[in-house]
């Protein structure tokens, strides 16, 4: 089993060891350099749109995407700070639940295509949803995960795109609110679920959805194929 998750925008300021990117015989180097190479073609106007931002911050980010290679790691997981990353708390997960994290857990990423909890990558900042980076990283994503038994798909639509998922083997997993019989996203709350979901089936080894009827966090309760909150 296989766990697809997605990383956050916000990346924390941990301190970096010693690791040069360069040197860390990523798996993906090649398609991260393409990705890079595509960057050095962007016209400077045009970086507000790209990163989201003012010029000023766009270029720093910009900047620091191109000198990936030549800058410093931390683990994957120590960068992220979004809300999925605060309830998953990986500092105070047991070893046993970080081991599990290790095996199972991918995280989806816009320049590096797929990481593990513990790949180490330099601070960077790029969507997936730009420069059709989507259709970059299919292929190769697809191609990674194409022999996996189960793939439990906790992405949201953007990083769905980047990987065609065989129906018989990938089962995507939604959070919903219940409102009078109508069934709508989660949205920002459905983040927290999802990152105490993750430290839920880390923490208790779950290695199947069977497992998953388990987990219940502030009203949200799995339904057999999502996990859905009733509200009266």
């Not at 089993?1 to 925008?9: A, R, T, V």
């Not at 190479?37 to 962007?42: C, G, P, T, W």
């Amino acid at each position: 089993m296989k766990i697809l998750i997605p990383p956050s925008e916000g990346k924390a300021k941990v301190k970096p060891g010693n690791t040069i990117f360069s040197e860390t015989n990523f798996r993906y180097q090649r398609e991260v350099n393409q990705v890079v190479r595509l960057l050095e073609l962007i016209d400077d106007e045009d970086l507000s749109s790209v990163y989201g931002t003012s010029p000023e911050k766009a270029l720093m980010f910009h900047r620091q995407n191109q000198d990936a290679f030549n800058s410093r790691c931390a683990p994957a997981i120590e960068r992220y700070t979004g809300v999925v990353y605060e309830h998953i708390n990986w500092s105070t997960l047991s070893e046993k639940a970080k081991n599990y994290m290790e095996k199972y857990i991918y995280i989806f990423s816009g320049l590096f295509g797929l990481l593990t909890p513990k790949t180490p990558i330099p601070d960077y900042k790029l969507k997936m949803n730009v420069l059709s980076l989507q259709h970059h990283w299919n292929p190769i994503l697809t191609e990674t995960l194409k022999d996996e038994k189960v793939i439990v798909d906790l992405l949201p639509q953007v990083h769905r795109k980047a990987y065609t998922p065989n129906k018989e083997n990938v089962i995507p997993v939604d959070f919903q609110i219940t409102n009078k019989g109508k069934k709508s996203a989660a949205g920002h709350f459905g983040k927290a679920v999802k990152g105490e979901f993750i430290r839920y089936i880390a923490e208790n080894n779950i290695t199947d959805i069977e497992g998953f009827s388990g987990f219940e966090y502030e009203g949200f309760k799995w339904d057999g194929t999502s996990f859905v909150k009733e509200n009266s």
